[in-house]
Structures are given as structure tokens and as C-alpha cells.
């Protein structure tokens, strides 16, 4: 027995010694930041995904009829299955690395999970750890990030654009939700990134107003994030362009924070959804003239000299391609991508559940992550529409 006990112990002991290094390997909970520019982590990243309608629901209009779509009952929890889908797992995040998939975001609203002093309940927090853990402990890039708290359904919860009229009660608010997520996560490594905000923007003030409220909000997340120690202190940031578009993000009211020493720690994100009737909606269901073509060259290529060539690198946080018509999609996804690797900016396809299934983790449409993989391989080629 005295022996069995003896080996069994090694086993132990030698299983946990494995998992550390395996850890440590992959950055685990207490991994260092590594001596790496945010440039190099952008382009490190690879193909990125979207675990969008999950972690980020909430109470909310999202169709914008006044009327809320989506509650809970009296004394129930929202949770992470309110807009459909299944709650994520382990095996989802496996999946997606086997697929190829290097970097998820994870977006988060926080409105829901907050009581009168602003503390976030702590059996979403430790969810929201839980699902994070499942992508970063295999070696993933993760982005957080205060998610549909910024949505324009003020009377439902939306609190971020309150900012306009009381900024010290939003301050309030956005401070505390921003110094709870950096204490839990403070020691984990360089793989895990902040967003300070999604989509934002103030159009009831003038633009230079509203773009200073946006730069103030971004400056206030970087020096949160930096007071509150650990690897926080040099952690990468990702920070949010004036409703993450292109064309309101490239003109000179909107700026990047102050960083002090950390200038090479900031990265800017921006969406990509043009056009809206195509990417997001069937009313457009082709894609693919030579003028829409060029929009997208311009637009991305604007990004590339107003903010890449400058020394600030880019993410393209959300992007999709919904039109009916399947060859204009795939033509859509393999250039936007391919374009924004050639520039060193890193893609995050938005995924509401929609493209890979929750259940069976299958991509409904392998010729998405085809093109994604053809995008991202480092080949000089041309991008042409598929006949199919």
C-alpha cells in the first residue's frame, strides 16, 4: 500500500508539474508579458472569431421599436443563452483552435450583472473567467471588452453614451467595471487583451465634441487599466475607434491615448461593415463590382496610412457577409481578409451563432473558413471571385 500510495503521488506531482509548464508555455494564469510590441501580437494573431449573442446579451431593443425583445422574469438572471444560443464549452474553443482559428473576442455586457454600487455579481464574473479559460488555456488570443452597455436602448440598461449629459456618473460606473475585470485577470499574460468599448459614438453632440468625449473615455480606460498593477501595467489595449468606423476613426478630431512608456502597447479597432445592406442584412445580396471593390481597398488602405504606417496598429473587430448570393460572401471575406493581412491588420469574423454551430461545432459554411485559411497564408495572389 505504502508503494501504491508512493507512485501515486509521483503521477501527481509529476501531472501538476506538466500543467504548469504547460501554462506557462501557453501564458497561463501568472504568465509573463512577453518583451513583444502590439504590432508583433496583431500579426501573430491569425484568423480571429466572434462569440458573438453569448457572453454579450442582455435585456435589450435590438430592433429599435421601443419595446424590449428579450427579458427575463421576476428575480430570474439573465444569462448567457437569452438570444438562443447554447451556452459555450471547452469543446467549442477546441474546435475552433483544430479549424485553425488563433484569436477569439468575447464580447461582454456587464448592465445586468451590476448592483447599486456598481459591483459585478460575482457568478458572472467567474462565468465569464470560466469561458475566457476555456480559449486562453489552449494557447488562444482572447479580447474582452464592455459590450452592448454602449447600445443606444437607454431605457433598458444602456448606460456608456449617458457619458454626453453626466460624465461623472458614467465615469463612475465605467471605473468600477473596468478596476473588477483588472483585479480578476491582473496576472494573466499577454494573450489576454482589453477593449475599452464596441460600437460608441455621441451624434446628439458636434463631432469635434463627441470625438473628444470618445478620446477623454479611451484615455480614462488606458489609465484605469495601468493603476491597477500586475500585468496590467504593460498589458496590451485595444482601443475603440468613434463607432469602430472607418471613415469617422481616419479624420484628426479622433486620437489614441496617452501612454506614457507603453506607446508601442495600443492597438486601434475598428468594424467592417460596408455595405451595411450586404454585410449585415439580405437586402443587398451581391457583392463584388469594381467600385465596391475599390471602396473596400480605399477604406482598409486608409487605415493602413492613417494609423499602420504611423507605428499603430489595427484590428478589424467585426466583419461579415450575409447577401444571399454565396460566391459574392466568400469574395467579400477572402479579400477584406487577405487585404488587411497584407497590412499586417488582424480580422475577427462576427459569428451570432449563425455561421458555427454551437451544438456540433461545425462551420455551416467550410468555404468561409477556406477562404479565411487562403487569406492568411502569407501567399502573394489575386482575390477573385469564385464561380460556383
Same mark, same amino acid.
Given at each position: 500500500?505504502?508503494?501504491?500510495?508512493?507512485?501515486?503521488?509521483?503521477?501527481?506531482?509529476?501531472?501538476?508539474?506538466?500543467?504548469?509548464?504547460?501554462?506557462?508555455?501557453?501564458?497561463?494564469?501568472?504568465?509573463?508579458?512577453?518583451?513583444?510590441?502590439?504590432?508583433?501580437?496583431?500579426?501573430?494573431?491569425?484568423?480571429?472569431?466572434?462569440?458573438?449573442?453569448?457572453?454579450?446579451?442582455?435585456?435589450?431593443?435590438?430592433?429599435?421599436?421601443?419595446?424590449?425583445?428579450?427579458?427575463?422574469?421576476?428575480?430570474?438572471?439573465?444569462?448567457?443563452?437569452?438570444?438562443?444560443?447554447?451556452?459555450?464549452?471547452?469543446?467549442?474553443?477546441?474546435?475552433?483552435?483544430?479549424?485553425?482559428?488563433?484569436?477569439?473576442?468575447?464580447?461582454?455586457?456587464?448592465?445586468?450583472?451590476?448592483?447599486?454600487?456598481?459591483?459585478?455579481?460575482?457568478?458572472?464574473?467567474?462565468?465569464?473567467?470560466?469561458?475566457?479559460?476555456?480559449?486562453?488555456?489552449?494557447?488562444?488570443?482572447?479580447?474582452?471588452?464592455?459590450?452592448?452597455?454602449?447600445?443606444?436602448?437607454?431605457?433598458?440598461?444602456?448606460?456608456?453614451?449617458?457619458?454626453?449629459?453626466?460624465?461623472?456618473?458614467? /465615469?463612475?460606473?465605467?471605473?468600477?467595471?473596468?478596476?473588477?475585470?483588472?483585479?480578476?485577470?491582473?496576472?494573466?499574460?499577454?494573450?489576454?487583451?482589453?477593449?475599452?468599448?464596441?460600437?460608441?459614438?455621441?451624434?446628439?453632440?458636434?463631432?469635434?465634441?463627441?470625438?473628444?468625449?470618445?478620446?477623454?473615455?479611451?484615455?480614462?480606460?488606458?489609465?484605469?487599466?495601468?493603476?491597477?498593477?500586475?500585468?496590467?501595467?504593460?498589458?496590451?489595449?485595444?482601443?475603440?475607434?468613434?463607432?469602430?468606423?472607418?471613415?469617422?476613426?481616419?479624420?484628426?478630431?479622433?486620437?489614441?491615448?496617452?501612454?506614457?512608456?507603453?506607446?508601442?502597447?495600443?492597438?486601434?479597432?475598428?468594424? /467592417? /461593415?460596408?455595405?451595411?445592406?450586404?454585410?449585415?442584412?439580405?437586402?443587398?445580396?451581391?457583392?463584388?463590382?469594381?467600385?465596391?471593390?475599390?471602396?473596400?481597398?480605399?477604406?482598409?488602405?486608409?487605415?493602413?496610412?492613417?494609423?499602420?504606417?504611423?507605428?499603430?496598429?489595427?484590428?478589424?473587430?467585426? /466583419?461579415?457577409?450575409?447577401?444571399?448570393?454565396?460566391?459574392?460572401?466568400?469574395?467579400?471575406?477572402?479579400?477584406?481578409?487577405?487585404?488587411?493581412?497584407?497590412?499586417?491588420?488582424?480580422?475577427?469574423?462576427?459569428?451570432?451563432?449563425?455561421?458555427?454551430?454551437?451544438?456540433?461545432?461545425?462551420?455551416?459554411?467550410?468555404?468561409?473558413?477556406?477562404?479565411?485559411?487562403?487569406?492568411?497564408?502569407?501567399?502573394?495572389?489575386?482575390?477573385?471571385?469564385?464561380?460556383?
Amino acid at each position: 500500500m505504502k508503494k501504491l500510495n508512493s507512485i501515486i503521488i509521483l503521477a501527481l506531482t509529476l501531472a501538476i508539474s506538466f500543467s504548469s509548464l504547460s501554462a506557462c508555455a501557453m501564458g497561463g494564469k501568472t504568465g509573463k508579458m512577453r518583451a513583444i510590441t502590439s504590432q508583433e501580437i496583431v500579426s501573430d494573431m491569425g484568423i480571429g472569431w466572434n462569440l458573438g449573442d453569448t457572453l454579450d446579451v442582455c435585456q435589450a431593443d435590438r430592433n429599435g421599436d421601443g419595446i424590449i425583445d428579450e427579458h427575463v422574469g421576476e428575480g430570474e438572471k439573465v444569462d448567457e443563452t437569452l438570444w438562443g444560443n447554447p451556452k459555450a464549452t471547452q469543446e467549442l474553443f477546441d474546435s475552433l483552435k483544430a479549424d485553425g482559428i488563433k484569436s477569439v473576442r468575447i464580447p461582454v455586457t456587464w448592465r445586468d450583472h451590476l448592483d447599486d454600487k456598481n459591483r459585478i455579481d460575482k457568478e458572472w464574473m467567474d462565468r465569464v473567467q470560466e469561458v475566457v479559460d476555456y480559449a486562453y488555456n489552449i494557447g488562444m488570443y482572447v479580447i474582452i471588452n464592455v459590450h452592448h452597455d454602449g447600445g443606444d436602448d437607454a431605457q433598458f440598461g444602456a448606460w456608456v453614451r449617458d457619458a454626453a449629459v453626466d460624465y461623472d456618473t458614467f /465615469y463612475d460606473r465605467y471605473s468600477s467595471i473596468w478596476k473588477q475585470i483588472a483585479k480578476r485577470f491582473k496576472n494573466y499574460s499577454d494573450y489576454l487583451i482589453f477593449e475599452s468599448l464596441n460600437e460608441v459614438g455621441f451624434d446628439n453632440l458636434s463631432n469635434a465634441d463627441a470625438k473628444d468625449l470618445l478620446n477623454k473615455i479611451n484615455q480614462d480606460f488606458v489609465d484605469i487599466i495601468r493603476a491597477s498593477g500586475g500585468n496590467n501595467k504593460v498589458r496590451h489595449l485595444l482601443i475603440a475607434g468613434y463607432w469602430t468606423d472607418i471613415a469617422e476613426t481616419t479624420t484628426p478630431e479622433f486620437e489614441m491615448p496617452e501612454d506614457g512608456k507603453n506607446d508601442d502597447k495600443l492597438i486601434l479597432s475598428v468594424h /467592417y /461593415y460596408t455595405p451595411w445592406e450586404f454585410c449585415t442584412t439580405n437586402i443587398q445580396n451581391t457583392w463584388g463590382t469594381a467600385s465596391e471593390v475599390k471602396q473596400m481597398e480605399n477604406l482598409i488602405g486608409r487605415m493602413n496610412t492613417t494609423f499602420v504606417e504611423k507605428g499603430v496598429p489595427v484590428i478589424v473587430g467585426e /466583419y461579415a457577409a450575409s447577401g444571399n448570393d454565396m460566391a459574392s460572401c466568400i469574395f467579400f471575406i477572402e479579400k477584406l481578409v487577405k487585404l488587411c493581412d497584407d497590412y499586417g491588420m488582424a480580422t475577427f469574423y462576427w459569428d451570432n451563432g449563425g455561421q458555427v454551430d454551437r451544438n456540433t461545432y461545425e462551420w455551416r459554411t467550410p468555404a468561409f473558413l477556406d477562404a479565411m485559411k487562403r487569406a492568411t497564408s502569407g501567399e502573394d495572389y489575386t482575390v477573385e471571385k469564385p464561380e460556383l
